[in-house]
């Protein structure tokens, strides 16, 4: 399994990004995906996820609202819409699978290779 984000960037507070992340090597039926993140000095948390049909759907607290995670259907890639950014959403954000198909919290053996975020003004 490959996993590639993409959309990573600087944004003043109060801005929107959009992050995007493709799958290949999985099943044609299709795989559970989310995103992850890690700020410096700090441990790699849990954003979001989404099952391989699109619902259901999970957030941490302190995105929720804000940072809504989609999977058009029929296909492998996923976003995470951000927006109402904030300092505090400045981190590295990974895109994460277990290549099976319920979503979850917990983290998968398939990584992409991050995307930095920073939000500043």
């Known amino acids: 399994v490959q996993v590639v984000e993409s959309g990573g960037g600087l944004v003043q507070p109060g801005g929107s990004l959009r992050l995007s992340c493709a799958a290949s090597?999985?099943?044609?039926?299709?795989?559970?995906m989310g995103w992850f993140r890690q700020a410096p000095g700090k441990e790699r948390e849990f954003v979001a996820s989404?099952?391989?049909?699109?619902?259901?759907?999970y957030y941490a607290d302190s995105v929720k609202g804000r940072f809504p995670i989609s999977k058009p259907s029929g296909g492998n890639t996923i976003y995470l819409q951000m927006s109402s950014l904030k300092p505090e959403d400045t981190a590295v954000y990974y895109c994460n699978t277990d290549g099976g198909p319920i979503a979850s919290t917990k983290e998968g053996i398939y990584w992409g290779q991050g995307t930095q975020v920073t939000v500043s003004s």
């Open positions: 090597g999985v099943t044609p039926s299709g795989h559970a």
């Open positions: 989404i099952n391989w049909d699109g619902s259901p759907t």
